[in-house]
């Protein structure tokens, strides 16, 4: 029966071990890391895609106009 009854007033805190807390918190920050990192890798092939069609349409646009010049 004494599982059944909150042993603490309603205004206590329960007691929670920092151990655990920092476990979970190293655990959540691995996961963070992972995730940023799956992020980058995936975003870097399309930044340097959209860089490489930029370079293309800046040198075609420079021919143009040196052409256009004369």
Excluded at 1 to 18: D, K, N, W, Y
Aim: some cysteine.
């Amino acid at each position: 029966m004494t599982m059944l009854i909150h042993t603490r007033g309603p205004f206590e805190r329960a007691a929670v071990s920092s151990g655990n807390q920092d476990v979970v918190a190293k655990d959540a920050a691995k996961a963070n890391l992972a995730t940023i990192k799956r992020f980058c890798m995936r975003a870097l092939p399309v930044l340097i895609a959209a860089a490489a069609l930029s370079g293309i349409i800046a040198l075609k646009a420079a021919i143009y106009f040196w052409r256009f010049h004369y």
